[in-house]
């Protein structure tokens, strides 16, 4: 099963990236937790592991991305063995890679990593039972990108915001898009503000 989560910048993506995997972890199931937030490097203090080399760098940077054809690498489909050890941090069932992120002032866009991103959850072949999971940039550019095409289903994370409400109504218009079901996780919400979300999101009953 491979889940996208997704929300504005703060809602709690990888808190609720980091529960999910531990709570699957604790059923014997294997987790792959995707780290393709280019801007974020909290992830992976969260779940307790160190921040693997990014996926990029397997490829030759950005350049070896667009250059190469990243898809040629993945023919076949990659299951959760064949992901290199370098790039990649295990504790347990879990396992956390992380695409790509901005190290340098002046290195150039994101792009790149929303390419492999992408197209590494195409060719990725799940073993039943095993769980992937994406904790993806704040916003609605994945979509963009094509890569929640390649979800089963798509969390989203809200909290009582103005923002994160408006943003429900949009994510659940993309994932239409590419016919993929999406539920609504609220965070850090009181009841009544619980109430009020569930009065004013239109897909209420996704909550």
């Known amino acids: 099963m491979k889940l996208i989560l997704c929300g504005k910048g703060g809602c ?75 790039y990649s941090s295990v504790d347990g069932n879990i396992r956390l890679m992380a695409i790509g992120k901005i190290h340098d002032a002046g290195e150039g866009c994101a792009c790149a990593m929303g390419s492999l991103n992408r197209i590494f959850l195409e060719h990725l072949v799940l073993d039943e ?24 289903a798509i969390l989203m994370v809200a909290d009582p915001s103005y923002e994160s409400i408006m943003l429900t109504d949009k994510i659940t218009e993309m994932a239409e898009a590419f016919e993929k079901p999406v539920y609504i996780v609220l965070n850090k919400v ?18």
Not at 55 to 84: M, Q
Not at 131 to 141: K, M
Not at 190 to 207: F, L, P, V, Y
């Open 12 to 86: 709690g993506k990888s808190t609720l990236a980091t529960l999910l995997a531990r709570s699957y972890a604790a059923d014997g199931k294997q987790v792959l937790v995707v780290d393709s937030d280019e801007s974020n490097f909290g992830l992976h203090r969260q779940l307790g592991l160190e921040l693997p080399e990014d996926f990029t760098h397997y490829f030759g940077h950005k350049k070896g991305i667009y250059a190469d054809g990243a898809a040629d690498v993945f023919e076949g489909g990659w299951h959760l063995s064949d992901i290199p050890a370098e």
């Open 129 to 152: 039972g095993d769980v992937c999971i994406v904790d993806t940039e704040a916003g609605v550019e994945h979509f963009g990108r094509g890569v929640d095409k390649f979800a089963d």
């Open 190 to 207: 009181d009841a009544d503000q619980e109430a009020m979300m569930r009065e004013t999101i239109k897909n209420s009953d996704k909550i």
